[in-house]
């Protein structure tokens, strides 16, 4: 087991406690009266951990006060803990200070917020190291549990329950079937196949709607039942139909014999009506010839308007041909001249190609021979050696002959030496000659071909321009002729269409001279709606007849539906009490295993509903009396059972701080460090006993 014990606890400047150490044992008494420091010595060792009071609060006043109740500023606050951990000593310490910045132009300094620093075993460490540290050590949400035996009954129930579950392994659906297999067969396969809190949810919802269904359905046959209504004899609807469809023949038999006598009036409305026709026909082609003179002229003027469009970029681009070439017409020419010049200048140089003229040159083809110039001037420069009439192996000088042979020798190879670096000079300046000479003249065509360019190109500007000009203005006249076009046919011109005018208008003053028996006409139609709305009402009833047959059928359907539902929901609610038999055993295996870990404190972790159900749930009893109703002595031997246990299943254990000791006479052993918090009113500052 894993056992952390506080060895030393260093506070200065935290809420009350100015300066204070205290050295811990194995069990440790801390006795005061009221408001005299011993919470602030548990609030100081868990801010300095986890940031948090010994309540689990995240936000508390740490600062001390002045007399007055103010924060005392300007102090560092610091709590510094010796901790062994399974024999190795780990000192860890925090410290928070105030930030104060000056304001920009201001000599006053304002508290922009605290900032905390991080030793470990007196080396700084960042935050995240701290943290880290700390969490190797223990984790935050275990020491609370483990440190306060009021810890675990602060936690809600589910995560008691959660937390409990894992002091037993898992009890399986297959060990409760084991325990009576011959109950449980008919859900056996279901509860193998889920979790038994599945199962019953499962079987709930399926109860919730077959109980739905079963509330819905008498108000479904009543509603059918209201369906039904009083409806005569279907013999004598039968009767009532014939009678009226009998009257509806004799109309039409009326209506047949004047058509018979109407043939004439119906022989002009026909001629009418294909007169009318006629006259549309020849609006549709006039309309149709408009359209196409419209269209064509459209098409006009569009092509008018791309041709001038695709000379008008032509134009541009001519345009833009010929800038470049006279743009570049001025470099050719310089280029030329340039030539010119190194032309002349090299002629000259080549006239006088002996060395004293070639000194005398400016220009830059001397720069081009300047090593020549140097070689030859150094040769120039030489002069025979009297040392060379020495002879270098008996040092004696040679006889006046020989050194005037010698003499003359080095005059003759030094003239045939410069005459050489001559000829390499003025074979240098002929190869530079011509090739400026060609430069010139390449440079000289260039020019030539440029303003033939120019010229050529100047003249195709032109046509263009021409040809750019004449169609803009077919373009505008095309524009102008389809603007001129009517969109709307004159008929008043059309001599078939005023012909056929003058026949329709003939043919509406002989219809209107004829008897056409509009007035029969119109007693008949009156008559034949006032049987047809007779006919709709006797049909109706046929439909109504027809609709309780349908209801009778319906109300049948939903009686045997009735039964059988009934029949399901109470098959339902067998299965779903067997289920929550079956839940019932398991939870109470789950709870003879997990009590069986405490030796005072017993857990509820199901309770019976009046229905007959089970709810989960999770309340801690001593001897049967709920952990709520218990004294203050009862509640912290009962925490102080559930550390133990929890110390055993976590296999760790670090100091227990029990608060208001003194509320109980004797407590159990517990196999961790022991920090007791007495009041004591004779105790105005804080006594420590170790034992």
Not at 206 to 223: F, N, T, V, Y
Not at 260 to 279: C, F, P, T, Y
Not at 382 to 403: G, L, M
Request: charged share 30%; hydrophobic share 40%; glycine share 4%.
């Amino acid at each position: 087991m894993r056992r952390i014990t506080l060895k030393k606890l260093r506070v200065e400047n935290f809420k009350g406690c100015r300066e204070r150490q205290i050295d811990f044992g194995q069990t440790t008494d801390i006795y005061g009266a009221n408001a005299s420091g011993k919470t602030t010595i548990f609030d100081a060792f868990t801010w300095m951990l986890f940031n948090r009071d010994s309540a689990g609060a995240t936000t508390f006043d740490i600062r001390p006060l002045d007399a007055d109740g103010r924060m005392v500023d300007n102090v560092e606050i610091l709590v510094e803990a010796v901790l062994d951990v399974d024999g190795e000593t780990i000192t860890l310490q925090k410290v928070q200070k105030q930030n104060w910045v000056k304001k920009r132009g201001t000599d006053t300094a304002v508290l922009q917020g605290n900032t905390n620093a991080y030793e470990i075993n007196g080396f700084p460490a960042s935050e995240a190291e701290y943290k880290t540290k700390i969490a190797s050590i223990i984790q935050e949400s275990l020491f609370k549990l483990l440190t306060d035996p009021r810890a675990f009954a602060a936690l809600p129930w589910k995560e008691q329950r959660d937390i409990l579950l894992r002091f037993i392994s898992e009890i399986t659906e297959a060990d409760v079937l084991a325990k009576d297999p011959t109950k449980y067969a008919p859900i056996a396969d279901e509860v193998q196949a889920a979790p038994i809190e599945k199962c019953i949810e499962k079987a709930k919802k399926a109860m919730s709607k077959l109980k739905d269904r079963q509330k819905e359905l008498p108000a479904r046959i009543d509603e059918a039942n209201k369906a039904l209504v009083d409806v005569p004899e279907l013999a004598d609807l039968e009767l009532q139909r014939n009678a009226l469809n009998d009257q509806l023949a004799e109309i039409q038999k009326q209506r047949d014999d004047m058509a018979a006598s109407l043939g004439a009036v119906d022989a002009v409305r026909d001629e009418i009506m294909q007169v009318k026709a006629e006259m549309g026909t020849v609006e549709m082609k006039v309309r149709e010839r408009i359209r196409e003179t419209l269209r064509d002229a459209e098409t006009a003027h569009d092509e008018a308007n791309r041709k001038a469009d695709r000379l008008f970029a032509a134009k541009k681009d001519k345009e833009a041909e010929l800038k470049s070439l006279q743009d570049k017409l001025p470099e050719k020419r310089a280029e030329l001249e340039q030539a010119r010049k190194q032309y002349s200048e090299a002629v000259k140089i080549t006239a006088d190609t002996n060395a004293e003229g070639l000194q005398h040159q400016t220009n830059y083809f001397v720069e081009k021979f300047k090593d020549l110039q140097m070689t030859i001037a150094g040769k120039k420069a030489e002069t025979f050696s009297d040392d060379s009439t020495v002879c270098p192996v008996c040092h004696r000088e040679y006889p006046a002959e020989q050194v005037e042979e010698m003499r003359e020798s080095f005059e003759v190879e030094k003239q045939a030496s410069l005459a050489a670096r001559i000829r390499a000079i003025q074979k240098l300046l002929t190869d530079n000659l011509r090739s400026i000479t060609a430069t010139g003249n390449a440079a000289s065509q260039a020019v030539k071909d440029i303003e033939a360019k120019i010229a050529t190109v100047s003249a195709e500007l032109e046509t263009i321009k021409q040809d750019w000009t004449a169609a803009t203005g077919e373009a505008s006249k095309a524009y102008e002729y389809k603007n001129s076009l009517p969109t709307q046919p004159d008929l008043s011109v059309n001599q078939e269409y005023t012909a056929l005018q003058d026949k329709l208008a003939a043919l509406q003053r002989q219809l209107s001279n004829m008897d056409t028996g509009e007035g029969m006409k119109q007693q008949l139609a009156s008559r034949e709606a006032e049987i047809r709305v007779q006919l709709d009402g006797v049909n109706r009833q046929f439909a109504a007849v027809e609709a309780n047959d349908r209801a009778q059928e319906r109300i049948e359907e939903l009686k045997t539906e009735q039964r059988n539902v009934g029949q399901l929901v109470a098959d339902q609610e067998r299965k779903l009490y067997l289920l929550e038999e079956f839940s019932r055993a398991k939870m109470e295996m789950l709870s003879s295993g997990i009590n069986g870990q405490f030796r005072l404190v017993n857990f509820k972790l199901f309770e019976m509903q009046i229905n007959g159900g089970m709810k989960d749930t999770c309340e801690m009893t001593v001897n049967g009396v709920p952990y709520s109703s218990l004294n203050s002595a009862g509640k912290l031997q009962a925490g102080l059972d559930v550390i133990a246990a929890l110390s055993r299943l976590y296999d760790v254990s670090a100091p227990i701080w029990i608060d208001n000791r003194e509320s109980v006479t004797e407590i159990p052993a517990v196999d961790a460090q022991v920090i007791n918090l007495y009041v004591s009113a004779p105790d105005k500052a804080l006594r420590i006993e170790v034992a």
